[in-house]
């Protein structure tokens, strides 16, 4: 149980493109989801924190209208890169997390996107 | 603000070799902390998962111990296996803001053959 599911696992697209990835959970409903990004040899710093119906809170530096997240559903959280550059390359990784109480009060994370903008 | 940091960044032993990889947090009012393996170019397993009422957790050959009151977890390998060769990372929460994990730079582990 407690599976979460990233699509597309990678991604190469042209410079001022945008690029979409998708992050479901498939055998439970999270109310939160979070999104994270890991560059080469670094470890995974916090995007942003998505409540289902709500606006995503972001972190300190990250642009919100650069990644438009959106999680219109209890199972799906979307992570939108817009007018993507090449700094943005990067891992991608989301992780949802139940309502509380229903596990534990763990996260549950998802493979993984590269994302190559050329 | 929790900050996570690992000791040592990289390690690389003989196969057989029993090896603690070492984990210290600043804000010792956490609710549970967690380690995570990573291969390379691939997404997060997680290992084990401490909560704070417990001071280990066994899985196989992987023992994890958290100590709050000094503010250290630690993963122990027993006999290490060159399949063990990855990032392990620790996270713990950052209490100001709920579950917001706090991940540590990682160590990045080989086990020779």
Redesign the interface.
């Known amino acids: 149980g407690a599976v979460v599911s990233q699509h597309p696992s990678w991604v190469i697209c042209k410079s001022g493109t945008s690029v979409k990835i998708e992050c479901r959970s498939l055998d439970f409903q999270a109310t939160t989801m979070f999104w994270y990004r890991q560059f080469p040899k670094q470890s995974l710093m916090l995007m942003a924190t998505s409540n289902e119906g709500s606006k995503a809170t972001y972190e300190q530096g990250v642009e919100k209208d650069k990644f438009l997240i959106n999680h219109a559903s209890l199972t799906l959280s979307t992570l939108t890169v817009t007018s993507a550059h090449p700094e943005d390359s990067s891992f991608y990784i989301c992780s949802a997390s139940p309502p509380a109480g229903a596990f534990t009060d763990t996260q549950y994370f998802g493979p993984g996107t590269r994302l190559t903008v050329l | 603000k929790q900050e996570v940091t690992q000791i040592p960044a990289a390690l690389s032993v003989p196969e057989g070799e029993n090896l603690v990889l070492n984990c210290s947090f600043t804000d010792s009012a956490i ?2 902390l ?1 380690w ?1 393996r990573q291969d390379p ?4 397993t ?1 290992l084990l ?1 401490i ?1 704070s009422s417990q001071r280990e957790q066994t899985s196989g050959r992987l023992n994890a111990s958290l100590d709050k009151s000094s503010g250290r977890s630690t993963l122990y390998i027993a006999a290490s296996q060159p399949g063990d060769s990855a990032t392990y ?1 620790c996270a713990a929460p950052d209490m100001e803001y709920g ?8 160590t990045i582990l080989r086990v020779k053959s």
Do not use: P
Not at chain 2, 41 to 44: A, C, D, I
């Open positions: 609710y549970n967690q995570f170019g691939k997404g997060l997680s998962l909560q990372l579950n917001k994990l706090v991940f540590g730079a990682g």
